[in-house]
């Protein structure tokens, strides 16, 4: 942690300030420049955090030296992590993944079908919701258990990967039974009870930015699983929210290059939130694996007029299997597989 | 609802359209303009919210005419709603209302000891949180149900409401012991699992708009509440995120006007979070209380730099009382009162 | 400057390191704590600034210690700034000073009709633009210098400042002839040609902050031309881009007291932009005053529907003239005065 | 343009609208819903954009039909534009184009030497500003004519097209004898001024989006430049201000297939500034290509702990030359050439 003192800060605020790093068990180092006295504080940045060093006299500003997670960072681990989602299929080597299925489960059949459909194009991990987080108290709100059924008998016919959201803390064990992987969505990503219920368990666990989350706060989040003892985490490029309204979220193609240099966490973008139209998630998926992403989640339906939810965004199973055609051929030339 | 077909559309696509409102019991009215054909659907827009129109082929874009929240809108009441938090004590009013004390509940005597400063001043409510959500997993996270009894404790003694957060539906019981008014902060407020629990009770509930919610995203959240039957709903401007880092959030002082011109519902402006700094918190809370807001939400504290959170952000008693006489000048300035 | 290494960085790459501050005559103080090595550079920062530390090897990142503007800093000036606009009229004061008048200059009878109006109100300066930038191309683009010709009579008829916006540096011995103050609009807020050309004048400039300008590039923009030697500067809130949609920009009303600690100059907020809704400029106004601006600029029009620009967020004169009343109530509960 | 009435709207209110439509030439389609009356205008829209519905009594909403660009958009032009920059040099069609060199031109000798690695790694055209739009007063402003002369030269010896930015309306004849493009940066995106001088000449403009402009924005100052007479416009994607601190700006991907959808301009993404960091510029360089882009602008310079201005984002050549390759590879594998 640095300190910088205002110019007219005294002798004596400096010295209660070095008291203070004393009585914590820190080191300060302090540097007299020509217009600011600057105080380094030595030893685990940690202690420091909750201290409030801006408040104290004379204080003109703080500013941390570390990054605040430890277990996500390169630096605690330089290999790329390797999540496995269930027998054979992996996250985060050469190999991409895509997940690939309606936004809502609607029913067995329908499910079956499209799954069948972006299985046969590349899909090794099917997608849908049981429990739908809607910004309306009056839309669907999925099947719930119901869903959950339909998805785990999909998967294991298909002998597909399976991912649903996961929106209370208290259905957990419910969920435990029916998926492979756990889905904490952008409006929960700082829902620190979610969180830490996940971390308390083994089964992966796929964790989406939120919209106004920076990727510092997005790997603070995931630092909440693994410091519960769940190493299992992917990461999840949606969109964030700006200004622009010509689409839904402004997809941060930026932030894979960046988690990629920070952290040894796999991370999926999902170009169909990213967006919210599905005449753009072709080239937003096309430039996701270009810049380096272990993987893509898009919607798929087979009669988007008639989808319960996400509708606009999602594709349509033709272009889909165009699509990953596409994304292999992009993969190759980054030197990466789509199988 | 309003869809505006692309120059291209064909008459067939019209017609496709125009089916699809009448399998829906809606009436379509075609306005055919130079450039472009307009179809406004005639009947209950809720039946085509999930409908994706934007997919139909020959749609350009489609626009709703109504608002998605109704409990919560001026044109469902329009008097003000008027929220008892606790017998005499009342948010909504000509009275405002001003809710103190530390971030962070840390013991009985320090919280006994700053709530009787801030009632002194002028304080009803008094805030304190005992499960903290906080953005690392290594700081501190509350004391729990310790501390929600000191707050009932220090609530009674000196006749004050009492507000805490909750952050998990699986503490509401526990909760409702303890205090007068649920908080549901700004990483919750589309925790949906966390709304309905809160909406099935009748205990008033603090609402704070989440950090990337728009206007309409925060009433539809109380939306939520109100939809399933308790009407006891604050609303609460904490500041969003924007690209400004001179300050912690963006305090938006728009939204103040806004609510009272959409909703019946009282809000409350918390210039603590909005600022992040307590040099700027008299200014904002000054300028809330002219805008019109109906109370404050400010973090207190006898010596920050000893504050297990938000030390930065916290005023001291002192300073605290100063600026409630200041906020009793601005109030009556405006027309409002603040006893 | 502050540069913090990587933990990998090696002898050789610090040796790289304060080698070139050896070159720029200055001196590097190194920490080594147990998980970085921090440098500190003391001596003139400018010099700095131009050197990308960032690329050197081994570098993690680099902080800068002083801000980087100079002339408009608190620390250069200590007391408020006073700039006189006219004989009489200065800003920056105990007094807080109006500006007021239509959007663009439609004409020498409406200007002087609304005029007349809103210096009886309490206005002591008139607005009014000649050369409007417009978003559109075929959208109205301003009287030109007959828009200032009248304005000139108007604010001489009735002694009142005359300010419009200058939006070409060609344009500036024209517009010297006319006003009395220049403005600067938010979309040139960085139009450097432009800052230089007002800097080199003596004449007061009001600066209005870009949509996506922090207030450090705000004061940036101000110290452009305070180094020129003009330093009649005064600074406008206007709103900022954010991803709200309610209102048509996010007034930043923590700006206010930011700019305060940190600058000597004054500032005005302008709640028509800053709302984009009349209905809203009120509740604004007030907020401003009592957050501690120095002045106001309102929009105001006799007849909104026939307005050739901004009417939605224009006030009629009745509305204005009862706002002013509730602005000196306002004024007076924070110690200040509007005559 | 559609107008929303409020519930409470008045026959009489309704009149005043429908007459309103009638002095204007247009006529009003009045629909009346259970809950709204929904009034369509029919006729050209541009009419109706500079009257302010929003002020007549009685109305909610309006909302437009039509986009406000006509010029640039896809209806005006259904095939892609392509442009000539020099003589065998065109941008728009199926080759893609790279524009490299400094940030700044900072002497003859090196930038022959940075143009002659560039050129042989692939790119045509060669950048490099004269003319610096610094946020600092203090910072290096460009060597001004000198560093035109040097780009002409450099440009004529090596059979690049040259492109530098304008920055000021009285500069265009000099530039005109030294540059083939003019490059209007983020900061001028709105400076009408400019858009104008360029607007009436013929020669290739580069537009860069603002850092706070939405897509239609941009749009609509290229309609300036179109509106003029000159139709030779490059748009650039550059990367936007939002929340995200990890990256000097927000690359925003999506804007290339929305533009692509919305207009017949090419677009070009400049990955340098869209990141601020050369570590990643490689991974967004790719993304860029594989989401559908006409070219990139790249800075290189041989020296970057040297470089006079953004150091921190400039590849070396030998880096720059190891991206061409991978683009290549990319560009083939979307169906597009990088010869």
């Known amino acids: 942690m640095i300190v910088i003192l205002r110019p007219d800060a005294t002798e004596e605020q400096l010295r209660h300030i070095v008291e203070k790093a004393d009585k914590l068990g820190l080191t300060a180092h302090v540097s007299r420049g020509v217009e600011r006295t600057i105080i380094g504080f ?56 895509i997940m690939a299925g309606p936004c809502s489960i609607e029913g067995y059949d329908s499910l079956l079908s499209v799954a069948k459909k972006v299985k046969a194009a590349g899909a090794n991990i099917l997608r849908g919701g049981a429990f739908k987080p809607r910004t309306s108290p009056y839309d669907f709100q999925g099947l719930g258990e119901e869903g959950l059924k339909y998805i785990k008998e999909v998967g294991a016919e298909l002998e597909m990967a399976t991912i649903a959201e996961l929106i209370d803390p208290r259905d957990i064990e419910l969920m435990d039974k029916y998926v492979d992987v756990y889905q904490i969505g952008a409006r929960n990503m700082q829902n620190f009870a979610l969180l830490k219920e996940v971390g308390a368990t083994k089964k992966p666990v796929m964790l989406k930015r939120g919209m106004s989350a920076t990727i510092k706060d997005l790997l603070m989040s995931a630092e909440y699983i693994l410091s519960k003892g769940n190493f299992n985490v992917i990461l999840c490029e949606r ?42 998630v072709g080239s937003i998926a096309r430039a996701a694996v270009a810049a380096g992403c272990d993987g893509l989640m898009i919607e798929v339906h087979e009669n988007p007029e008639e989808a319960l939810s996400d509708g606009a965004q999602s594709l349509v199973p033709e272009n889909f299997t165009a699509l990953v055609k596409e994304l292999r051929a992009v993969a190759r030339a980054v030197g990466r597989e789509l199988l």
Chains 1, 2, 3, 4 share one sequence.
């Open 42 to 97: 030595i030893g685990p940045e940690d202690i420091l955090r909750v201290t409030p060093l801006e408040v104290f006299p004379g204080v003109e500003s703080v500013m941390p030296v570390l990054a605040p997670y430890k277990l996500v960072s390169r630096e605690f681990q330089k290999e790329d992590s390797v999540v496995e989602l269930k027998k054979g299929i992996e996250i985060g080597g050469k190999n991409l993944q």
């Open 239 to 280: 969109g964030i929210r700006t200004f622009e309204t010509a689409t839904r979220n402004t997809l941060d193609i930026n932030a894979v290059p960046v988690v990629k240099q920070l952290s040894h966490l796999p991370i999926v973008v999902d170009p169909s939130h990213g967006t919210g139209r599905w005449g753009l």
